[in-house]
């Protein structure tokens, strides 16, 4: 999917409350009761779906570990995943 530009504002409340817009909220797959993440950089502040923001940064985090524990391919991770549960399963 191609991604979407688009412009919206919304009021801030008294109490600092905002309105996430229809639009932006389709946008970020959020619906009512889902958080958002604000991450700000310098003068610039984004929003993101929190829990595609966690996965994000999990990648992040991880990148580079399966080659450490020399899962190089999809076979690798195959015979990983089938030996530990043989290993599971003698316990």
Do not use: C, H
């Not at 008294?14 to 700000?40: M, W, Y």
């Not at 996965?55 to 990983?80: C, F, H, P, T, Y």
């Amino acid at each position: 999917m191609a991604p979407t530009t688009f412009v919206n504002d919304a009021r801030v409340m008294t109490k600092g409350q905002v309105t996430i817009p229809k639009n932006v909220r389709e946008a970020l797959g959020v619906e009512s009761g889902d958080r958002v993440t604000f991450i700000v950089e310098g003068n610039t502040i984004r929003i993101v779906n929190s829990a595609v923001y966690a996965i994000m940064r999990l990648q992040n985090q991880m990148q580079g570990e399966a080659e450490k524990a020399g899962l190089l391919s999809e076979d690798d991770v195959a015979n990983w995943i089938t030996q530990s549960r043989r290993e599971e399963n003698m316990k």
